[in-house]
Nanobody
Framework: EVQLVESGGGLVQAGGSLRLSCAAS????????MGWFRQAPGKEPEAISC????????YYVDSVKGRFITSSDNAKNTVYLQMNSLKPEDTAVYYC?????????????????????WGKGTLVTVSS
């Protein structure tokens, strides 16, 4: 059974940091690019970052570039999203997702429709 389980969400003040984790199981992690999406209340899902299967390449949208860092530990089948300098507009449910990308050394831009597996999300609330 494929599982993606996010953790690490919570309430933080503006300017603070959080690190999200996504533990994957049930598929060959090394063959998949991992993505982070978020959905704010009343808004469409937004793809914000991805990391290549090897972990050697990462991509960010402009709204999080320079503040968020995606990394992966392939030995632990886990991807991380380090979020720094958080803003109230970062408030959202954050989801990790996996897209089959065997042999690819890059990722991004990513699209909701290309992802094969999804986690259930973790809520991040940034207070002003």
């Amino acid at each position: 059974e494929v599982q993606l389980v996010e953790s690490g969400g919570g309430l933080v003040q503006a300017g603070g940091s959080l690190r999200l984790s996504c533990a994957a199981s049930g598929f060959t992690f090394d063959d998949y690019a991992m993505g982070w999406f978020r959905q704010a209340p009343g808004k469409e899902p937004e793809a914000i970052s991805c990391i290549s299967p090897s972990g050697g390449f990462s991509y960010y949208v402009d709204s999080v570039k320079g503040r968020f860092i995606t990394s992966s530990d392939n030995a632990k089948n886990t991807v991380y999203l380090q979020m720094n300098s958080l803003k109230p507009e970062d408030t959202a449910v954050y989801y990790c997702a996996a897209a089959y990308a065997y042999g690819s050394s890059t990722c991004g831009p990513i699209d909701y429709y290309e992802m094969n597996y999804w986690g259930k999300g973790t809520l991040v609330t940034v207070s002003s």
